[in-house]
């Protein structure tokens, strides 16, 4: 069975992740590894940040992890908040960034957006030379006028993914499971494993 860290300490991630992962993987978290560190996001691009955290990860504690960077896109802001969006609003408060996001968006009836999650995942090779594969989701939508729903996290109650007549927020932990930009990433990357020898 493969045995895999997740760099994050988002909580409400790791919950996501480990439903989709079930019983064919070990997961493990940063705590039970021993990281305490904060892992760096410097490198401007959701692609390169999940990149950066998965790395730090392997080089420090050399073992097989997957890291993931998320934004969410829109398309009348230029695509931010983007990298940002967790700390949009100056800090990592999801109601100040949700706040400041509507706002920027008043009066706008451009409201098309879409969430984006790269995920990282850096396996032991050969001769521990590391593999490492990117593997992307999105899911695009609307940003609605006020929040609605009570589930979810970050701009969940703001989210109506295309298709659907709720927020991510106002859905069951399932239903957004089932068809979130890190669902999408996440089975990509399990429909990768599962076809490994390791």
Request: glycine share 10%; with cysteine; hydrophobic share 35%.
């Amino acid at each position: 069975m493969i045995e895999l860290c997740f760099a994050t300490n988002n909580q409400h991630k790791l919950n996501e992740v480990s439903h989709q992962l079930g019983n064919s993987f070990v997961l493990k978290t940063l705590r039970d590894i021993g990281c305490t560190d904060e892992l760096p996001e410097t490198s401007g691009t959701i692609t390169g940040n999940s990149g950066q955290k998965a790395n730090y990860i392997w080089t420090r504690f050399g073992i097989s992890c997957f890291a993931d960077d998320s934004g969410l896109e829109v398309e009348a802001l230029g695509g931010e908040p983007g990298v940002d969006s967790a700390h949009y609003s100056g800090s990592r408060d999801a109601q100040k960034n949700m706040e400041k996001l509507l706002e920027k968006l008043a009066g706008n009836s451009n409201r098309k957006a879409q969430f984006v999650t790269v995920f990282t995942l850096v396996l032991h090779g050969r001769d521990a030379v590391p593999v490492t594969h990117q593997f992307e989701g999105r899911i695009a939508g609307q940003i609605l006028t006020e929040p609605r729903g009570s589930g979810g996290f970050g701009y969940d109650p703001v989210f109506q993914p295309d298709g659907h007549n709720r927020t991510f927020a106002e859905m069951s932990e399932e239903e957004k499971n089932g068809m979130s930009h890190r669902s999408r990433a996440l089975a990509k990357m399990i429909a990768y494993l599962e076809k490994q020898a390791y």
